[in-house]
């Protein structure tokens, strides 16, 4: 091996890089423009969701009682969670005019009071009510329905926990106690009392923390495009110039090609690696990153580099089948784009069905940087990554080494 010769490979390599246009919009722009929708679409707001609900009365009768379906309508209006309201009710005259504005998109939901609704609430007799929820995002309709659901079980609680208070003076005396009657009654309303706690990372219960998700993500995917891609082409694209006969025809040798391509590639995805963290950052991005004070970020870079040869290996071979650079390009993208969604790479891995997120668990470059994330996102030790390093480092290594044999026999073909 020529060391000389390698980097003069490796800096004329990174030089021509650094004039075509094209190159310049994968490792800058392109990594700047995804991060910046995935912060500003993807990301979900931290503030609470406002339903726009319809109502609609079915009785002219609600005033004959002091706590009727307008005192529940009323009590949605005032309900709010971090001064946002939760719902925003919407009067309608018929049911009919409330679903047609329900198909429209104009509702959320609707809440339709029966005949009889205000009288049975009066009397304690149980209060019947449709709820009608639109079906056009799913997502929003399951928010939709856990909020109504949540808003109406809390609310009756709360009365029949009126109801069984307003019955101590209707029990007579007896052996048991007012508190010990109180209790059953409660028991009989309530048979389950389960209360809910949300548990979650700080970093990613977060906006900062979710584009550091996406941060990191978008690291993965430069891999996938930046490094399969420019070795992919390590070859034609030397053909395409002439100048493979040319370089081979000096002191330098297969291996000392390959090992300049390589150092190049790695370059080009360290520098694009930067500006996706530094973008990410600007973004509001929460990264965790001190070498001095927590070891454990040495892996990072260890991780990254296994991650960036699994993806150049991955390159080498598909660049002894390449004849052309469009052809190289195609291919890669064909491989790298799928691979970009089903890995959980940039998508979270739960979004994706159970065959994919097995997939997703022992495709070696997802392990990387779900490795990464650990780290620099969740503040994970060793022990959280130790059982992903031996498939990362056995894959990177076999795949490479495929790689670097392909793309030798390639280079003494033509020579």
Request: charged share 15%.
């Amino acid at each position: 091996m020529n060391p000389r010769a390698v980097l003069a490979i490796a800096k004329k390599d990174v030089i021509l890089a650094s004039r075509e246009k094209m190159v310049l919009f994968f490792l800058i722009a392109y990594p700047v423009m995804m991060l910046f929708f995935a912060a500003t679409l993807f990301v979900p707001s931290p503030k609470p969701v406002t339903l726009n609900v319809g109502v609609v009365y079915e009785y002219a009768t609600i005033a004959e009682y002091s706590f009727n379906a307008t005192s529940i309508v009323s009590l949605m209006n005032q309900t709010r969670m971090d001064n946002v309201e939760i719902f925003q009710a919407r009067l309608f005259e018929s049911q009919t005019q409330a679903i047609e504005a329900l198909r429209k998109g104009e509702l959320d939901a609707i809440i339709v009071f029966p005949p009889k609704f205000s009288e049975n609430v009066s009397l304690s007799y149980t209060s019947e009510l449709r709820i009608y929820i639109s079906g056009v995002d799913i997502y929003k309709t399951q928010i939709s329905e856990a909020v109504l659901r949540g808003f109406f079980d809390h609310l009756s609680k709360g009365i029949a926990s009126m109801r069984i208070e307003s019955m101590r003076q209707y029990v007579p005396s007896s052996n048991m106690t007012w508190n010990e009657i109180r209790l059953y009654l409660y028991g009989l309303s309530f048979p389950l009392a389960a209360t809910f706690e949300k548990i979650a990372p700080e970093t990613v219960s977060t906006k900062e923390g979710t584009i550091g998700v996406y941060t990191v993500g978008m690291i993965g995917v430069q891999f996938l495009f930046i490094g399969m891609q420019m070795a992919a082409h390590a070859i034609v694209v030397e053909k395409e110039r002439k100048t493979l006969r040319r370089i081979l025809s000096t002191p330098i040798g297969p291996w000392d090609l390959l090992l300049g391509k390589t150092l190049a590639i790695l370059c080009l995805l360290v520098f694009t690696s930067m500006i996706c963290l530094l973008f990410g950052v600007a973004m509001g991005a929460r990264i965790q990153w001190n070498l001095i004070q927590n070891p454990i970020h040495w892996m990072v870079p260890v991780l990254l580099l296994l991650g960036a040869l699994l993806t150049i290996g991955i390159g080498l071979a598909l660049s002894s089948i390449c004849k052309s650079s469009e052809a190289g390009a195609g291919i890669t993208m064909l491989m790298g784009f799928p691979l970009i969604f089903i890995t959980g790479i940039w998508f979270p891995k739960f979004m994706l069905p159970p065959v994919l997120q097995r997939f997703a668990e022992v495709f070696p470059l997802a392990q990387t940087i779900d490795g990464v994330r650990e780290i620099m996102i969740y503040g994970g030790d060793l022990s959280k990554i130790i059982v992903i390093i031996p498939s990362v480092v056995i894959s990177a290594v076999l795949v490479y080494t495929i790689g670097s044999i392909l793309f030798r026999w390639s280079v003494k073909k033509e020579f």
